[in-house]
């Protein structure tokens, strides 16, 4: 009866009674959650733990979180639900005085690959400056997963990619901000839906195509492959921006990510090329270099032009034509 009704959404005065019943304790609460085995994901700022006993919940946990802090009671206070109809992993309870949250859980497979892994081999600094320090062989292991996840993104429907489009407008209406650097967008493959996970309260220049492109297209992989095999004399066959079965699956979602931002009133960024405020390689994130992965570098002015039409001639239907 208890778990039906967490899955409703629940009061955080339920949740500590839930809790302190099942558990006795927040501090065991929270014990139990950080094993190994609950462990959902892990990112450069927290990790991500599944709550067996509350499945529509998670619990993420600062890393900063230090071993004295968790031996003490977490103290758990409510979070007011700033889009109680939209499920965008947003947190509904905070513990251990916002280090550690309880967040609405969302199904579904990260579709990005794990940076991380770099992150730790290399340093955060340098994978993210300019003269990228990986060579083709530390890609070659995520080739196939690039490949694979571009493969189920570019099968879904056009529906998946509108309820996008609107999610994102419904983000930016209140004040938050979805990060195309990050590992935060989900497929799920039973729904043939995406989930948006870690939005930040600010905003940066990419809240527009350009930011749902680079997240469904994964741009910066693409570009550290590509600059990866350029200086590398590992021999690949082609790079993943040249392969032509990939250029045909970004072809599709590029069509199906502009005809969801015309319907949905998604903005054309005022820069193809914004000035990196996050430190990549500006060409990971470059509208025209997303053209050019989709094969279709020739149409870039034409589309551009096309949302910069606000005149009520064009309407939607002709505009989506235009696209096609």
Same mark, same amino acid.
């Given at each position: 009866?208890?778990?039906?009704?967490? @899955?409703?959404?629940?009061?955080?005065?339920?949740?500590?009674?839930?809790?302190?019943?099942?558990?006795?304790?927040?501090?065991?609460?929270?014990?139990?959650?950080?094993?190994?085995?609950?462990?959902?994901? @892990?990112?450069?700022?927290?990790?991500?733990?599944?709550?067996?006993?509350?499945?529509?919940?998670?619990?993420?946990?600062?890393?900063?979180?230090?071993?004295?802090?968790?031996?003490?009671?977490?103290?758990?206070?409510?979070?007011?639900?700033?889009?109680?109809?939209?499920?965008?992993?947003?947190?509904?309870?905070?513990?251990?005085?916002?280090?550690?949250?309880?967040?609405?859980?969302?199904?579904?497979?990260?579709?990005?690959?794990?940076?991380?892994?770099?992150?730790?081999?290399?340093?955060?600094?340098?994978?993210?400056?300019?003269?990228?320090?990986?060579?083709?062989?530390?890609?070659?292991?995520?080739?196939?997963?690039?490949?694979?996840?571009?493969?189920?993104?570019?099968?879904?429907?056009?529906?998946?990619?509108?309820?996008?489009?609107?999610?994102?407008?419904?983000?930016?209406?209140?004040?938050?901000?979805?990060?195309?650097?990050?590992?935060?967008?989900?497929?799920?493959?039973?729904?043939?839906?995406?989930?948006?996970?870690?939005?930040?309260?600010?905003?940066?220049?990419?809240?527009?195509?350009?930011?749902?492109?680079?997240?469904?297209?994964?741009?910066?992989?693409?570009?550290?492959?590509?600059?990866?095999?350029?200086?590398?004399?590992?021999?690949?066959?082609?790079?993943?921006?040249?392969?032509?079965?990939?250029?045909?699956?970004?072809?599709?979602?590029?069509?199906?990510?502009?005809?969801?931002?015309?319907?949905?009133?998604?903005?054309?960024?005022?820069?193809?090329?914004?000035?990196?405020?996050?430190?990549?390689?500006?060409?990971?994130?470059?509208?025209?270099?997303?053209?050019?992965?989709?094969?279709?570098?020739?149409?870039?002015?034409?589309?551009?032009?096309?949302?910069?039409?606000?005149?009520?001639?064009?309407?939607?239907?002709?505009?989506?034509?235009?696209?096609?």
């Amino acid at each position: 009866m208890a778990t039906n009704l967490v @899955e409703q959404g629940l009061p955080c005065d339920i949740f500590e009674q839930l809790i302190f019943e099942r558990y006795k304790s927040s501090r065991v609460f929270v014990h139990s959650v950080l094993r190994n085995s609950n462990k959902l994901d @892990e990112g450069s700022r927290a990790s991500v733990y599944r709550i067996p006993a509350l499945p529509a919940y998670v619990l993420h946990v600062c890393h900063e979180l230090n071993n004295d802090t968790l031996r003490s009671e977490a103290g758990i206070s409510d979070i007011q639900d700033c889009l109680p109809g939209l499920n965008i992993g947003q947190p509904i309870a905070s513990l251990y005085d916002g280090h550690a949250h309880i967040l609405r859980f969302q199904q579904g497979i990260n579709s990005r690959i794990p940076f991380r892994r770099f992150f730790a081999k290399y340093g955060i600094d340098e994978v993210l400056g300019d003269d990228l320090p990986m060579q083709a062989e530390d890609l070659l292991p995520y080739r196939s997963l690039y490949i694979s996840h571009l493969k189920i993104i570019s099968d879904l429907p056009q529906r998946a990619y509108d309820q996008l489009a609107s999610r994102i407008i419904k983000i930016q209406q209140n004040g938050l901000f979805l990060d195309p650097c990050s590992l935060n967008l989900l497929v799920d493959i039973d729904s043939k839906s995406f989930g948006t996970v870690d939005h930040q309260e600010r905003i940066g220049p990419y809240e527009n195509v350009l930011g749902m492109i680079c997240l469904l297209m994964d741009t910066m992989f693409v570009h550290m492959d590509e600059y990866a095999i350029y200086k590398s004399d590992l021999v690949v066959r082609t790079s993943l921006a040249n392969d032509p079965e990939l250029v045909r699956m970004r072809q599709r979602i590029l069509k199906k990510t502009l005809n969801a931002a015309i319907k949905f009133g998604l903005k054309w960024p005022s820069e193809a090329c914004p000035k990196n405020v996050f430190g990549f390689h500006q060409s990971s994130f470059d509208l025209r270099y997303a053209f050019r992965l989709a094969g279709m570098a020739d149409r870039y002015d034409e589309i551009a032009a096309l949302f910069a039409d606000s005149s009520d001639s064009t309407d939607l239907e002709v505009k989506s034509l235009l696209v096609a």
